[in-house]
């Protein structure tokens, strides 16, 4: 029983050998195919040289023209056809300025930091408002009547307005107004709401901003300098710059 258990014992231990030989195989196998998958194909590497070649040296043909063509040269010049209804359009808002003694224009330039060209209309507040209140004048109505139908006639050279409410640095505490933000907001959107509500100006070209007292015109040193700084004002942003 010995021998045969010692016979069993040395076959097991040559098993080994045949998982060896079937590494090396695939071993062999691997390098194989890895030493093919990089031999460089000669033909295939000429073809790809060549053509980087052309890309890099195009064939420059000579010009059929003997002189070079400068484009838009001999075209008349033209006047745009906006430029008149921009003069009319500014014709007209100085006529409302100087009938209405508490609002101001002034024309405005990407670098006044107001987000584009166009125009700046600043309405005082006692055309509009009570002192602390929300609340429009009705003799504030037809002053933004006319600006309304100004703006409308201006088209689609008009791409924004933004009304803005701007007040003083006199605290206010009130239920209805907590604070000048809550004030100048309100104001802004009721100005916004006549002019698109009553007056027919698009709404998807308005939007209301309320800055309450930290953009101020001047100081708010005296009763008079505080009252310039409370005003509403429109940002007017057009495509071409108004002359």
Do not use: C
């Not at 400068?70 to 007209?92: N, Y």
């Not at 701007?166 to 004030?183: A, K, M, Y």
């Not at 708010?220 to 700084?229: M, S």
Request: net charge neutral.
């Amino acid at each position: 029983m010995s021998k045969k258990a010692k016979h069993e014992e040395h076959e097991n231990h040559e098993r080994w050998l045949v998982s060896y030989a079937d590494f090396i195989t695939l071993l062999f196998a691997f390098f194989v195919v890895m030493y093919s998958v990089s031999a460089v194909n000669e033909g295939k590497f000429r073809v790809v040289s060549e053509s980087i070649k052309a890309a890099l040296h195009p064939v420059v043909s000579t010009p059929v023209a003997p002189l070079p063509i400068k484009m838009g040269e001999g075209r008349p010049v033209t006047v745009a056809p906006q430029a008149f209804e921009r003069i009319q359009v500014m014709r007209r808002v100085v006529k409302v300025v100087q009938k209405y003694s508490a609002i101001e224009a002034k024309l405005i330039h990407k670098a006044d930091g107001l987000g584009g060209d166009g125009l700046l209309i600043s309405i005082g507040e006692q055309t509009l408002f009570e002192s602390g209140k929300a609340e429009l004048k009705t003799e504030g109505l037809p002053l933004l009547q006319s600006l309304a139908q100004i703006l409308n006639s201006m088209g689609e050279d008009v791409m924004a307005i933004r009304v803005e409410g701007h007040t003083d640095n006199v605290p206010i505490h009130t239920p209805q107004f907590p604070s000048n933000w809550e004030l100048s907001a309100i104001r802004a959107t009721i100005v916004a709401r006549v002019l698109t509500e009553m007056y027919g100006f698009p709404a998807t070209k308005l939007s209301t901003a309320g800055r309450a007292e930290y953009h101020p015109m001047t100081d708010n040193l005296t009763p008079e300098t505080r009252a310039k700084n409370r005003r509403v004002e429109l940002v007017v942003l057009t495509k071409e710059p108004l002359q």
